[in-house]
């Protein structure tokens, strides 16, 4: 089986993550892009699959939205419960149909590039099953870097129609910068019909 692109890669986990935001934010800068533009459509509950260490679900719920934080990696999940014990989170894999949440949910949102460190192959479960956790007309919410041989838009929008989502929105970055082919990142909103 290939591994998993989160496992294998040396990406920082725990407070070592924490500490790059919180750098960025000793020196003004934003770090809260993701809060902003999930805020601006007005959700109700929210699920942050791929949550991490808690930073985007942590600052929703500061924003009065009910938030649940699940991933696969304990030691992320470990980080968000000291900074947020009172918040709900679940360890488990986003291709899991069982993965027992409380929902449904307004929004879904996938940040960090959630979508590229699943397991290869299962992007469709993935969206499938976070689909299925939305109330009728909720939104799922996905940035991701671009690369060549990677997960490109064309696909995610596939893979999203065959789950019943429209796009409705999508950007280069998490302040609504235009996206176009050139575009090294993108963030799609898709809408669950009604």
């Not at 919180?22 to 934003?30: D, F």
């Not at 950007?171 to 609504?176: D, G, H």
Request: net charge negative.
């Amino acid at each position: 089986m290939e591994q998993n692109p989160w496992s294998g890669s040396d990406v920082p986990r725990g407070a070592l993550y924490d500490r790059r935001f919180e750098e960025l934010a000793a020196v003004g800068k934003n770090i809260h892009g993701e809060a902003d533009l999930v805020d601006s459509y007005g959700p109700g509950p929210v699920l942050d699959a791929g949550c991490g260490t808690g930073r985007l679900a942590i600052e929703l719920s500061r924003r009065a939205h009910r938030t649940v934080g699940v991933d696969r990696d304990a030691g992320m999940l470990d980080a968000a419960r000291q900074k947020a014990p009172d918040l709900v989170w679940v360890e488990g894999d986003l291709a899991d149909p069982e993965l027992v949440l409380a929902g449904p949910f307004d929004t879904v949102v996938m940040a960090g590039n959630v979508l590229i460190f699943v397991n290869p192959g299962t992007e469709g479960l993935v969206i499938t099953n976070m689909a299925r956790r939305l109330r009728p007309g909720g939104r799922l919410v996905a940035g991701y870097s671009l690369a060549p041989g990677g997960l490109d838009v064309g696909t995610h929008d596939a893979l999203a129609a065959a789950s019943g989502l429209v796009l409705e929105d999508r950007w280069s970055t998490w302040e609504r910068g235009p996206f176009n082919p050139a575009s090294n990142y993108a963030v799609s909103v898709h809408r669950l019909a009604r």
